[in-house]
């Protein structure tokens, strides 16, 4: 359908938090072809293709909460919409810097393999911009008006960036359950501080602050013309996939986010 909207928000204004789920699904859309990919080779790229797990995680954060949500359903593959148009990243595809992909990394029973993505190699800075303009700048804009009405309500607004991390990548096991990502704007690394300190009264699983990647290896986000301005407290959190395998597994770890962020709105 020529013009259908990929992003989609769900907007309470009550809470004064906004949760973003930059990888939720892993929609190709047909013209791309599936970008020149086998559907095994998508299937085996949890890491890559989208954040399994991640949006599921959202909607149990909201729910527990009442806050807002803000989502896509395009892949990371065909654009990264948790990243800005010439911003400075990791000169590769590792930690799934670039804004547009050239590989793709898959696993399957423990065996890494990597593949270029056939349809982001020909005219790429084209196509960079051309997807960027026409699936992250609507995303972001959506997020930039919704930041705008709760701040009509609320003189201090949260974003949450929920993002799942893969258990195996280029090599590296993770044993990570989650990563807290702060940066050097506004209140974010008080807040990053606690998250991280309250998450570990309910767990003993290893919780970070900017470990195994922090917003610095992405070139701060997507997120990083909103939350410089005043008022708005933006930290990322990223969650281990193997500990989102289970309904069970994904409230529970809900519930441990939704603690530690009424811990941090309580304090800043």
Not at 11 to 19: C, G, I, Q
Not at 131 to 158: F, I, M, S
Request: hydrophobic share 30%.
């Amino acid at each position: 359908m020529a013009g259908r909207r990929r992003h989609h928000l769900v907007l309470r204004t009550k809470s004064n938090v906004l949760l973003t789920c930059e990888h939720a699904k892993g929609v190709i859309p047909r013209k791309y072809k599936r970008l020149g990919l086998t559907r095994e080779q998508l299937h085996n790229s949890e890491g890559d293709w989208y954040d399994k797990g991640a949006f599921d995680l959202v909607k149990a954060i909201s729910r527990n909460l009442n806050t807002s949500y803000l989502y896509t359903d395009i892949s990371r593959l065909v654009i990264d919409h948790n990243r800005i148009l010439g911003s400075k990243t990791l000169k590769n595809d590792k930690h799934h810097s670039p804004l547009l992909k050239t590989k793709l990394l898959t696993e399957k029973n423990g065996v890494e393999k990597s593949f270029p993505i056939p349809g982001n190699l020909k005219n790429f800075k084209k196509k960079e911009k051309i997807r960027y303009n026409k699936y992250v700048v609507p995303y972001q804009r959506t997020g930039e008006k919704a930041v705008k009405r709760l701040h009509q309500d609320h003189k201090l607004v949260y974003m949450l960036a929920i993002h799942t991390l893969h258990p195996l990548y280029y090599g590296e096991k993770r044993d990570v359950y989650i990563d807290v990502m702060d940066h050097e704007y506004r209140l974010a690394k008080k807040a990053g501080h606690l998250m991280v300190k309250t998450l570990k009264k309910y767990t003993n699983l290893k919780v970070l602050l900017n470990k195994p990647w922090g917003h610095d290896e992405i070139g701060g986000g997507g997120w990083k013309y909103v939350y410089r301005k005043k008022n708005i407290v933006h930290l990322g959190v990223d969650v281990n996939a193997k500990n989102l395998r289970t309904k069970k597994d994904i409230e529970k770890t809900a519930y441990r986010i939704s603690r530690a962020l009424n811990a941090v709105r309580k304090k800043i």
